[in-house]
């Protein structure tokens, strides 16, 4: 083995702790893609996009003069809105049909967002300046930049707040309910058109916190928006729906192995490692799906 | 049946004498028939996995794309070392001569067929055993997976591109070469065409439709699904293959991510014209293919820059209000002219109902 990581043991240190904060954020993303998912049945390929959005938001106010961080907070209550305005415009009409559907609708979402954002904020490589510095640990050999830090507290305690949220509120518990059973929901007095059009503004929400994130840990380009779909749909489909400890689990997994995945292939192969990762993975669950049927047999 | 066979004779024989003639017709618009003809094979084939077994695919980019790489890399691995000419500007320091260049693009061609259909053939097993959904994201991943990979790989020119060897020069005729790529897709649509018809009338086509149907009842009345699956899927690859390697050498210059698997135009293209045609019938996908490519280069021009907003719009609207496509809603407004019989007493009796 003559990669240069294995020979460093610091470069080995620095990898997994980038790895699991980024980790952190990719499961920010997922959580929001479980929960529709789980509640609407719906694939939404335009998440990273959303995402991406969120993340413009934040860069706007940062050119405003604001510092980016602000944009926790301002990025997912706009994008709540543009979420709800998405679920009325779009996904209402898709809800109850079948599954590609969706994926194909979204996708059509997905390539109109793409191309505004490019109009509006233009094609080039963008990052909102945080100047939070670095961490330097074991003798500077460790370099972390605190904006990461920051990104994985703010993305934890955001997940805490709404598991709360919908654990106890009346319309966590209406989003619930309409999860398990929606026939059965409405038969009881919930509104789940309101619940379903809640749930994708929670989601744009969750995309939008993780997009003013990245806007300061990573870098803005409008077409970088289905890398961040496939990470989702992939931790999900490891974890399983409903399953937020997995969710956060595989999300810092799938972090670990994109930043060893870096060192390991190079730069370039990065984006086709994770993509290759998602066939592995489905196909890895198909055959242990096949083997559970023959057992069945 | 006989009055029925002439029609169609008539019509068949109209639309080839029409394509032989289009080029001397629409002489300046040979590159955009090209490009139809293509657009046509990948929509037929396409609607071979999505509307008629039912296996939603963004994944046959990847043997289009494989196929563009293909025969360029043979046509210029044949007679030139392919490592110098991807380096920069290997095609000045190396001419091919007319018959290398023929010689090539024939061999280069027929690789491109058969190497698509032997890889879908290899990963069909893995892949097709997931169903709906699953399929369809892990294909998407697998044409983008397959784009950035191309785009590191040095030897086929990574993220700088390809230029494929270019028209022989001592061909004198400057409308040869548009004549030549446009009867070679032509050649490739009516290739496809007769196949995918020939399947329309076959045991395979109904064995694909029990599939769409529902594969469990299909594999418990004992057809072996996996096979058969695997099989459309080697179908499709064969012909996408060499639509790829067809387009390759046409545009001259292969992008990893923006031309070969370039699954934001093609990939999704091919998706769309099926559907906008009516996906799971013979001509849905042709007359979809038609009206898209017109639609595209018609508008394209008019709302230049924002082609890919009016795109998404497109696709959104498709699916969501037309998913059953053109043919789906002839076919229910004119149920007689598709063969379905209706009877009078039926039709009184929904009326009553309704």
Known sequence: MDFLIFKAPMLMVQASLDGILLGILFALIAYGMALQWGVMNIINIAQGDLVILGGYIAYTMYLAGIHPAWGVIVSPIIMFFVG??????????????DLFISILATFGIAIVFQQLMNFIFGADVVVAQSEYGTTMLFDNSVTLPNSKIFSAFISVLYAVALVIYMKKSRLGRAIRATAQNARAAKILGVDTEKVYAATFGINAALCGIAGALISITLTLHPYVGLPYTVRSFMIVIVAGLGNLPAVAVSGMGLGLFEEFADYILGTEFRIGAVFLLLVLILVYRRFKLSKKREYLK | MNKVKQKDLILYSGLIILGLAAPYLFSAFKVQLTYLCVLIVLAMTWNLQGGEMGYNTFGNILFYGLGMYLTASVQVGMFFPLAEWTESGGEKTFVHTTAQYFQGIGVGLLVSAIVPAIVAGAIGYAILGLRGHYFAICTLGLGIAAGEIAGGIEIIGAGQGF?????????????????????LSFALLIGTFVFVKYIYGSRFRLILNAIRDNEDKAEAMGIQTMKYKIVGWMCSAFFC?????????????????????????????????????????LWGPVIGATLFHFFKEGLWTLILGWQYVALGVLIVVIVVYFPEGLMGWLREKYPERFGEVIDDKDRKAQVELK
């Open chain 1, 84 to 97: 709800w305005a998405l679920y009325k415009l779009v996904i209402n009409k898709v809800v109850d049909r």
């Open chain 2, 163 to 183: 230029t494929t060897p270019p028209f022989p020069a001592e061909i004198v005729d400057t409308e040869a070469r548009g004549k030549f790529f446009y009867f």
């Open chain 2, 241 to 281: 293959g060499l639509a790829g390697g067809i387009m390759g050498g046409l545009i001259g210059y292969i992008d990893s991510t923006d031309v070969a698997f370039d699954g934001r135009e093609m990939g999704v293209f091919m998706v769309l014209m099926a559907i906008l045609g009516g996906k799971g019938t």
